[in-house]
């Protein structure tokens, strides 16, 4: 499967507790963008990394979360002191963008369901 | 502040027929415009996208219209197919203010009755 690859796909956790989130984007892919989706909702953009740089955040990321994406392959997202308002569908989706700046349709990993209880 | 409409929640079609799913944006500096489609606890996946530089796109059964002055843009499925109930999503981005990021409209919901 050469797709973009999201681990775990569900997590249930106690308010307070951390959270991390792994997703391994198409290998040539050179963007890597994290969304959120809450039920009846588009997914909302939360970061963005080209390469192993991060680009930008939403104002949605607060300082609980951080991302990284170290040596520019797989990424990870991490939530500190988790709220009963972090639950959510995280999607993770990757791009390959050329040096014109057009790039190719974002793909979507299969996403991860928090809950926090 | 939704950048990005969609006015219809749900839509339900017969088989065979046109299914007509719409969108609004209000944001000027969108220039790429984008469908995917989603099923229950799978991601988005893509399946259509338009330029700012044209007013229509077609790919087998699906055709994107998009009309600049009124920032409106409408996915045309024709004929309809069971398979294609799911929810449909409307994206934009704008490629030099936003780095490609996409901003998604709340989705609508197909339903395509056999």
């Known amino acids: 499967d050469t797709g973009v690859s999201q681990d775990p796909r569900h997590k249930i956790t106690k308010r307070g507790q951390n959270v991390t989130f792994r997703c391994d984007p198409i290998?040539?892919?050179?963007?890597l963008y994290w969304y959120r989706q809450t039920l009846g909702q588009g997914p909302e953009f939360l970061t963005y990394?080209?390469?192993?740089?991060?680009?930008?955040k939403s104002r949605l990321l607060s300082d609980r979360f951080s991302a990284e994406r170290p040596k520019g392959s797989f990424s990870t997202l991490e939530i500190q002191r988790t709220e009963q308002g972090d639950s959510a569908m995280y999607l993770c989706a990757s791009s390959l963008i050329f040096g014109t700046g057009a790039d190719t349709e974002a793909f979507f990993g299969q996403g991860t369901r928090l809950t926090v209880v | 502040d939704q950048q990005v409409k969609q006015n219809s929640p749900s839509l339900s079609v017969q088989e065979g027929r046109i299914s007509i799913l719409n969108c609004d944006y209000t944001?000027?500096?969108?220039?790429?415009f984008l469908w995917y489609k989603k099923y229950p606890a799978e991601g988005p996946t893509f399946l259509i996208s338009i330029s700012s530089i044209k007013d229509k796109n077609e790919d087998g059964r699906f055709t994107v219209f998009l009309n600049k002055s009124a920032k409106h843009l409408s996915l045309h499925i024709v004929p309809s197919q069971p398979g294609d109930s799911a929810v449909y999503f409307c994206a934009a981005s704008a490629t030099r203010e936003y780095g490609n990021k996409l901003v998604f409209g709340a989705g609508t919901i197909l339903r395509v009755k056999s």
């Open positions: 944001n000027s500096m969108f220039d790429y």
């Open positions: 990394f080209q390469n192993e740089a991060q680009l930008e």
């Open positions: 290998s040539e892919h050179n963007r």
